[in-house]
């Protein structure tokens, strides 16, 4: 899978949550100040090239959609982000979120309960 820039992953958590949508309708969703809409339609393509992005056509006018699914690039993403800076270590990358004081405890409960789902799912 492709990189994307941050305008390219912002454009994109747009599609995501609209399921499907115009060049107009993604700009509505932009915070401001908003990028031009010639812009906005450039990144889409440069999507649609990626192979992030399919369209239908309606006359002269395009309906974008997502072709991979949020969760798809999230495992990506994660998985990259695991390989390239915790040496494959899920463990590594918790031990540095406790480090760094990320997690409160309403999250690690999270954690500590996902995982004695694991442990019972395996045994």
Known sequence: MKELTRAEEQIMLILW???KGF???VLAQ???PKPAYS???TIIRILVDKGFVGYKVYG???EYFPK???EQYRETETRKLLEGY???SLGSLVS???EKKVLDIEEADKIIKLLQQFKKSQS
Request: hydrophobic share 35%; net charge negative.
């Open 17 to 19: 949550d609209l399921g």
């Open 23 to 25: 060049v107009k309708e």
């Open 30 to 32: 932009l915070p401001k």
């Open 39 to 41: 812009t906005v339609s």
């Open 60 to 62: 002269n006018t395009y």
């Open 68 to 70: 991979i699914s949020l």
């Open 86 to 88: 915790y040496e494959d």
């Open 96 to 98: 540095s979120f406790v």
